[in-house]
């Protein structure tokens, strides 16, 4: 059966009753239907810490065509945890349009290790995206039309940095001229939209601890500039009150299930590639608050997701992981290792020897870098011959990493059984994560750091316009934020066509963005765009509703 046909054949349980495994009472869930519902957010801050709490950051290789199963990873581990009798439950984002209809067609697992309902999670969920967007949107709004009456505050209109944003790819968007039509609507000037996910709403409203810092943080956005180079703030405008009233509601936490009726918060879907690539904090202390152990994912490779994990929501909400699971596939690695897409089920010895440097580059990250114990899962599939396994295993072996063979998409919680056992060992070892760089050391070092020590470049490169842009950012009071590299997922370069563990290489930043309200620097790097565009053949066309059943979301 499809990924699909297996989430619409799931015996799921009342939300309520999920909600009754937790402790949670159904005062304090406000139901979305039978099977979803927000909690409410006053009772999660009124709960006491659970100091043993377990925090499992899954994290992958760099992603192929080929799929890795990050998310299905997470499901599988979070329902392998409760198989062995632990109190666990998961923590995920929330996934876009975009991608849904994009290239992926879903994001919620798969297989037998899904988070359900599937359709309703991938199609508008509970409506925290549109509620970012129309959050994003009024700014975006209020300040034209503060700039209409009058201009009080003296805005360069030619400066104006704050985008509108919608939640689907459309390259379309990327650049507009905005306002044409007469006097009545308002100076036509250049502009421009992002995708939600990459929005400074997006990152704040995950970045967030508490409502009161949501509506704080908002008010520091820097929405434009005035003809003197000083900021404008979204708080100049009197816009942070009532951004706040729009995402009040959608800033708890969403409780669904797994398959196998593991509970799980949904919330908050920065991208990785654009963006920081993590669920809300709000949602994963409140798991730690109500489970031993809670499983979470950092978008893309663990040179991305997990960076951007460690350097910016650790450092940001005092989070530590115990552990990290490193996901990979014998098939992702072969397509590493140059192989075709088409032949990638065929045994392969040569491309698995020369693909196993990427896997080894993330390996060495995690463990020199980033200082976490690790597991590596590989997603087992019955075209993995025994030479490749003990090839991987042995290699894996060697750098001092225990490898565990998964088949929890075939067979649930219980094919992650082992995977589960390895993760609760893990947990009990002394643990001293390390960020990649210090608060106090320049953009510029943070930048060089991250680039020589993770993605294995000789140098960083840049122009003066974005040198001059990082020196003026430090002079206005923002050199302690944390970075937030904006490139591809597809390669520790910036050439997504760079497969294994290219090294020697330069990263040229091309663009620099200030978060003054989510509190770190966008490094813009290579080609990759805030507002992405559709494939040739998007999984829109293979999407649709038939006989009272939606069809071709995986």
Not at 32 to 47: F, R
Not at 180 to 196: A, K, Q, T
Not at 323 to 338: D, F, N, P, Q, W
Request: charged fraction near 20%; include cysteine; glycine fraction near 10%.
């Amino acid at each position: 059966m499809s990924d699909i046909e297996i989430a619409q054949a799931a015996t799921m349980k009342p939300i309520n009753e999920i909600g009754a495994s937790l402790g949670i009472d159904v005062e304090n869930l406000e139901a979305y239907g039978k099977y979803k519902a927000k909690v409410n957010l006053k009772y999660l801050t009124s709960l006491p810490k659970r100091e043993n709490s377990k925090l499992i950051l899954v994290t992958a290789i760099s992603p192929t065509p080929a799929g890795e199963g990050k998310t299905t990873t997470t499901v599988g581990l979070g329902d392998a945890l409760r198989h062995i009798g632990k109190n666990a439950m998961i923590a995920l984002r929330e996934p876009s349009l975009g991608p849904v209809f994009g290239m992926k067609g879903g994001a919620a697992g798969g297989g037998y290790a899904q988070v359900v309902p599937m359709e309703d999670i991938n199609l508008h969920f509970t409506g925290d995206f549109n509620a970012i967007a129309l959050a994003n949107n009024l700014l975006a709004a209020l300040i034209d039309n503060h700039i209409h009456h009058g201009n009080e505050l003296g805005i360069d209109i030619r400066r104006v940095t704050w985008k509108r944003v919608v939640d689907m790819n459309d390259r379309a968007l990327r650049e507009i001229i905005q306002s044409i039509g007469g006097v009545g609507n308002g100076y036509p000037r250049s502009d421009g939209f992002d995708i939600v996910v990459a929005s400074e709403i997006m990152a704040i409203f995950c970045l967030a601890t508490s409502i009161e810092d949501l509506k704080e943080r908002i008010g520091k956005i820097v929405v434009g500039y005035k003809r003197d180079k000083t900021p404008v703030l979204a708080s100049e405008l009197n816009a942070q009150g009532a951004m706040t009233v729009i995402l009040k509601d959608a800033f708890q936490p969403n409780l669904v299930q797994t398959l196998e009726n593991t509970p799980a918060f949904i919330h908050g879907g920065p991208f990785a590639n654009i963006a920081h690539g993590c669920n809300s904090v709000v949602a994963t202390t409140s798991a730690m608050k109500l489970a031993d152990y809670v499983v979470t994912e950092a978008g893309f490779g663990a040179d991305l997701g997990a960076e951007k994990f460690i350097d910016i929501k650790c450092r940001k909400s005092g989070l530590r992981p115990s552990a990290c699971v490193l996901v990979a596939t014998v098939r992702a690695i072969k397509y590493h290792g140059g192989a075709d897409l088409k032949t990638i089920t065929e045994e392969n010895l040569n491309a698995l020897e020369a693909g196993i440097v990427n896997l080894e580059r993330h390996i060495n990250n995690i463990k020199d870098v980033y200082n976490l114990p690790l597991v590596v899962s590989i997603n087992n599939f019955t075209s993995d011959t025994q030479a490749e396994v003990d090839l991987l295993r042995s290699r894996v072996e060697a750098l001092g990493v225990k490898i565990v063979l998964a088949t929890h998409w075939a067979d649930g919680g219980a094919g992650a059984a082992d995977l589960a056992h390895a993760v609760v060992e893990l947990c009990e070892q002394p643990n001293q994560m390390k960020f990649v760089y210090e608060d106090d050391q320049s953009l510029w070092e943070k930048i060089n750091a991250v680039a020589t020590k993770i993605y294995g470049a000789k140098e960083v490169t840049a122009d003066a316009k974005v040198r001059l842009k990082l020196k003026e950012l430090e002079a206005s009071g923002y050199g302690n934020f944390p970075i937030c590299v904006a490139k591809t997922q597809y390669s520790f370069s910036t050439d997504a066509a760079l497969r294994g563990a290219p090294s020697g290489h330069s990263i040229n930043v091309r663009e620099v963005k200030l978060s003054a309200g989510a509190e770190f620097i966008v490094m813009i790097c290579g080609e990759i765009m805030t507002m992405p565009g559709l494939p040739k053949i998007p999984s829109a066309e293979r999407i649709d509703y038939i006989d009272g059943k939606v069809v071709g979301l995986f």
